[in-house]
């Protein structure tokens, strides 16, 4: 794969994780849905043919995703607020579905899967 289509891919993340950003969390924090910001996802160091570098974008997907959707409000507990946590979710499989590779694809589906079956 070329440079300049590895940049081009990883340019998509953050277009996709600042849109979802604010369709997710848009009314809950200030009524309003430009709440919004942009995080770029560099994957150009990675060969996404080796479950290693997969496992690496996934996982720099999940932060920016984490970044882009804000400071987690305090609820008064360790875990974050399902309006954060849905913000996140939403911005990773929108990143995973933009970018659009099989095996990161199949990587997600197999977290989400997990997450699921532990409740």
């Not at 081009?8 to 849905?33: E, F, K």
């Not at 360790?78 to 939403?90: D, E, G, I, K, T």
């Not at 911005?91 to 997990?114: F, G, I, K, N, W």
Request: with cysteine; charged share 20%.
């Amino acid at each position: 794969m070329s440079s300049i289509t590895k940049y081009a891919l990883a340019a998509a993340a953050p277009a996709t994780l600042t849109a979802w950003q604010g369709v997710a969390l848009g009314d809950s924090l200030s009524g309003s849905q430009d709440q919004t910001r942009a995080v770029v996802v560099r994957f150009a160091d990675l060969d996404l043919n080796k479950p290693r570098d997969v496992q690496i974008l996934y996982h720099r997907i999940s932060l920016a995703a984490g970044v882009a959707c804000g400071e987690r409000e305090g609820t008064g507990s360790r875990l974050p607020p399902p309006s954060w946590q849905r913000c996140v979710a939403v911005a990773v499989e929108s990143a995973v579905s933009q970018l659009d590779r099989p095996a990161l694809s199949a990587y997600h589906r197999s977290r989400t899967t997990d997450a699921v079956r532990r409740g």
